[in-house]
Nanobody
Framework: QVQLVESGGGLVQPGGSLRLSCVAS????????MGWYRQAPGKQRELVAS???????NYADSVKGRFTISRDNAKNTVYLEMNSLQPEDTAVYYC????????WGQGTQVTVSS
C-alpha cells in the first residue's frame, strides 16, 4: 500500500503561482512514476504532468512552459510548480503514483480567480 498526502492548493489571482506537494509513504519502493492529474467541474480527470524514477518528465500541452514537475526521492515527494496560472487551471489536483498498482491522493483544490 502507498499513501499519498497532497498540500499547497488554494486561491490565487490570474498570473499568480502555486506549488503543490505530494508526500508518499508506505510501500514507496514500488513507485515508478509519480504524477499530477486534475479534474475541473463537469470534466474528465486529465494528466497534468508526470515524472519517472529516472527523472523523465511528461506534460500536458496546456501547461507546457508554465508548470514544472520535480521529484525528491530522498523525501518521497513530488512537486508541481505552477506559474502564470489562468482561470482554466481551476480544478481539483490529484497526485498519482504508478508501480505494481495505481494509488491516488485525496486531491487539493486550486482556484484561479480575481
Amino acid at each position: 500500500q502507498v499513501q499519498l498526502v497532497e498540500s499547497g492548493g488554494g486561491l490565487v489571482q490570474p498570473g499568480g503561482s502555486l506549488r503543490l506537494s505530494c508526500v508518499a509513504s508506505g510501500s514507496i519502493f514500488t513507485i515508478i512514476i509519480m504524477g499530477w492529474y486534475r479534474q475541473a467541474p463537469g470534466k474528465q480527470r486529465e494528466l497534468v504532468a508526470s515524472i519517472t524514477s529516472g527523472g523523465s518528465r511528461n506534460y500536458a500541452d496546456s501547461v507546457k512552459g508554465r508548470f514544472t514537475i520535480s521529484r525528491d526521492n530522498a523525501k518521497n515527494t513530488v512537486y508541481l510548480e505552477m506559474n502564470s496560472l489562468q482561470p482554466e487551471d481551476t480544478a481539483v489536483y490529484y497526485c498519482r503514483t504508478t508501480g505494481n498498482r495505481i494509488y491516488w491522493g485525496q486531491g487539493t483544490q486550486v482556484t484561479v480567480s480575481s
